[in-house]
């Protein structure tokens, strides 16, 4: 029998613990083990039920969500968390992302993505939904003209962040350099690298260049 994913949830609103907890256990692999109110109690609860996934409101009461991973930060993190959050301001999303969250959903995209983001985080990814991450890659954009991001073709054997990755690559953009950027880990960076150079069928960054120059992703 597979294991399930254990899943906290932290919200003072009742009605959105209610709809994620009735989205999320239509996965068989997931077990919501509990839910928090407040942010003060948060640590306790989820080092209590052993949770493996936290999904946390960033505007709790009595302890914001900022405060909360902070708290993880200084004691140890005792379970993965997902940020969820009214906001898609860039400040806040990277803050929570360097203070150890693993993804950040924002409350509208939060029924299309959280079973996607909730999969990705417990296998050791870093998850944004699909407009966070169009906001970050179109942020970056602006400030480099030799990005042609317009041009991802649409049938490519990889998917958007990899075309994202091989064209900062192409770009000469280091790993740590890629991960600042992109708000991702240079462990996460280095994954998907790999993974790349193994569907592309190539041993070298070379052959990541001549991909992105063939198709059209950096502009000459």
Known sequence: MTQKIKIHLADDHLVLIDGLTNLLTTVPDFEIVGSSSNGLT?????????????????SMPEKDGIEVL????????PCKVIILSSYDDLK???EVMNLGASGYLTKKCAGE???????AVHQGQE???????????NTFTENNPKLNKNNFPENSILTSRELEIVTLISLEYSGKEISEQ??????????????????LQTKNTIGLVKYAIKNNLIKS
Do not use: P, W
């Open 92 to 94: 806040i999303i990277k």
């Open 42 to 58: 948060i640590l306790d609860e989820v080092t209590a039920n052993n949770a493996e996934i936290l999904i946390l409101d960033l």
């Open 182 to 199: 992109l708000f991702i880990s240079t462990n996460t960076v280095e994954t998907h690298r790999k993974n790349i150079m193994k569907k």
């Open 127 to 137: 998850y944004f939904c699909n407009s966070v991450r169009e906001k970050i890659f």
């Open 113 to 119: 993505n959280i079973i996607e983001a909730v999969d």
């Open 70 to 77: 902070k708290e993880f930060q200084q004691k140890g993190f």
